[in-house]
């Protein structure tokens, strides 16, 4: 399989590398043609060396004095899985001994960065020769995070890069992009000498391009964007690798795609976020500005245009689809209409009133498959079906069956799930998206008023609102729908808001109208490490990962409180007449 492509200088030769597979082993595969003929100059399959069991082919360049160089994932006995390149002559065929030379695999390196299960994805070689490699690796931390690693011309390593770290030696970097899922795809070196990275880093249940900035001797460039770091909400799950490149204004270009869809980003030096927080209360949907509103200011909800006014309206789910700018909302109250509304969120207007079944309760929207999911809770509960939306049309395409008062969603796209917290029954039922059936119930669970799916860790979280389940939130291992765990928090548990990254979920109490607590709970511990206190009965919750703030609406109070969750500090942050019954983030 043909993984990468290069031109040579003189553009006469195409070299074409991947892996192939003699029925063993993953071999490196690299083949020259002319540029001009097409015709075949030479091929070769190869593992270099008897100590590689396995190589998996990334990237391959060729150096100014037509030199190649291909780089992937090496894998040694062990089996030790690292970033691995090889330099061949300008044949194609022979393997360069001087690079190295003085090592114990003359052409080739084979690097470990952290304990194994590492890579490289890509290389780029600098204007003075020196040769970049960039992958992921772990090093001190439970998940992977960018790993860089540069040589000389002549294949050892590079000691005035990054000379004095001390996670890993001298001719290496890591990047802790956001304390989650971070694979390098992409490298580059800027005019100036600065190293750009790009890749992936996981965002709860979805996969942000990130990008990262090196000095010019391997030290963080922290002026760029975030501390020299940040994210793209680009795509749902990205499942490619994100190109990178530098326009000749300067700005960085990134690509990449999600399922079947794609698209492209351009970033200055640094980045700012155009953030809005929504919120639903009664007939009302509104809407602030999460950027400029301070933490000294009260600001007010701006209405959005075409909602309902009637009084009967009960404005309750909330769901936002950021690649369409769509968000929507669904009416509680079956007597007046039993609706979901589709609102955009450029212009902040109504487009759409979508009849649903009776008791439109919670909403979730899964951009990556153009599908939304409505819990028809029903009149007192009793509503036992799930409605499954088209969002391209709005059409209703499927009633799933076989719930009991349905309320929570949650969804694991990657694993076509769905789970439903069935308050009325004590249950969640896990729905297979493919085939829009129940395939399994959890028991265990009393009165799940809000569920949350951590892609990173693969747990469920369920709150346990009724006394009788001992207060709690239930942490379930969602590859066996086992209850791993039960944590203990202030009476009422009601919502829940995740920052995967930071392995911190918060839960709110209402301690049944009278409490005034939020739980800041490890999801690493599965322990509640402190409580922050609220006003009274806090009720719908938010937390922007990008700030570091925490939305609390308090719904006896009508107010919305704003918390700097690393000082945990409270300020009043806006006002919006009767209590939020949900509220959300849009980035």
Not at 17 to 39: F, I, M
Not at 310 to 318: K, R, Y
Not at 407 to 423: D, E, H, I, Q, T
Request: aromatic residues 6%; glycine residues 12%.
């Amino acid at each position: 399989m043909a993984t990468a492509l290069a031109v040579n200088y003189g553009e006469t030769t195409v070299a074409i590398a991947g892996t192939s597979n003699d029925g063993v082993r993953n071999r490196l595969a690299l083949a020259l043609y002319s540029k001009s003929t097409g015709s075949l100059i030479s091929k070769i399959t190869t593992t270099v060396f008897s100590i590689i069991n396995s190589i998996g082919v990334t990237d391959v360049a060729f150096q100014a004095d037509n030199k190649i160089l291909v780089c992937g994932i090496f894998t040694a006995a062990g089996p030790i899985q690292g970033f691995g390149v090889v330099r061949f002559l300008s044949d194609g065929i022979t393997v360069d001994t001087t690079f190295n030379s003085g090592g114990s695999t003359p052409g080739m390196q084979h690097v470990i960065l952290g304990g194994g299960n590492e890579g490289a994805n890509a290389l780029a070689i600098q204007p003075d020769g020196k040769i970049l490699l960039a992958g992921w690796a772990y090093v001190g931390a439970g998940t992977p995070q960018f790993g860089i690693i540069r040589f000389n011309p002549n294949g050892t390593f590079d000691t005035t890069f990054n000379p004095s770290s001390i996670e890993v030696p001298a001719g290496r970097a890591v990047i802790d992009i956001n304390n989650a899922l971070d694979f390098a795809y992409a490298i580059r070196v800027q005019p100036d000498g600065k190293i750009l990275i790009a890749g992936q880093s996981g965002n709860g249940g979805q996969a942000d391009i990130s990008v990262a900035r090196l000095n010019a001797n391997g030290t963080i460039d922290t002026p760029f964007a975030t501390n020299g770091k940040t994210t793209v909400p680009f795509s749902f799950h990205v499942q490619a690798w994100p190109p990178l490149d530098i326009a000749p204004d300067g700005k960085i270009v990134l690509a990449g795609s999600s399922g079947v869809s794609w698209g492209i980003a351009r970033l200055w030096n640094s980045v700012t976020t155009q953030g809005k927080a929504y919120g639903v209360s009664g007939s009302m949907l509104g809407f602030m500005s999460t950027i400029t509103s301070t933490a000294s200011t009260t600001t007010a909800f701006t209405l959005v245009v075409g909602t309902p006014t009637s009084s009967a309206v009960q404005l309750q789910g909330i769901s936002v689809d950021h690649l369409a700018n769509r968000l929507y909302t669904s009416d509680l109250n079956a007597g007046s209409g039993n609706k979901v509304y589709v609102v955009d969120t450029i212009s902040n207007r109504t487009l759409a009133a979508i009849t649903v079944g009776a008791g439109p309760n919670r909403v979730l929207v899964d951009p990556g498959s153009n599908r939304l999911y409505v819990g028809l809770y029903g009149i007192n509960g009793a509503g036992n079906t799930v409605s499954v939306i088209d969002t391209t049309d709005n059409s209703i395409v499927a009633s799933i069956p076989g719930f009991g008062g349905p309320k929570g969603l949650a969804l694991n796209p990657a694993g076509n799930r769905l789970y439903v917290g069935n308050f009325t029954a004590g249950t969640i039922s896990v729905v297979d998206t493919l085939t829009n059936t129940v395939v399994a119930t959890i028991v265990g669970i009393s009165d799940p008023t809000s569920l949350i799916f951590d892609q990173n860790t693969n747990k469920l979280f369920s709150t346990n609102y009724s006394t009788g389940s001992g207060n709690s939130v239930s942490v379930i291992n969602t590859l066996t729908n086992a209850i791993a765990a039960n944590i203990t928090v202030p009476t009422g548990p009601v919502r829940m808001a995740l920052d995967s990254a930071a392995s911190r979920l918060y839960v709110s109490s209402d301690g049944g109208g009278t409490g005034n607590l939020v739980s800041v709970i490890s999801t690493t511990s599965n322990s509640v490490l402190h409580t922050i206190p609220t006003g009274t009965s806090p009720n719908s919750i938010a937390i922007d990962t990008t700030t570091k703030k925490l939305y609390v609406d308090t719904l006896t109070e009508a107010k919305i409180y704003i918390y700097d969750v690393l000082s945990d500090a409270k300020t009043l942050f806006a006002t919006m007449q009767g209590g939020m019954a949900n509220v959300t983030i849009v980035p």
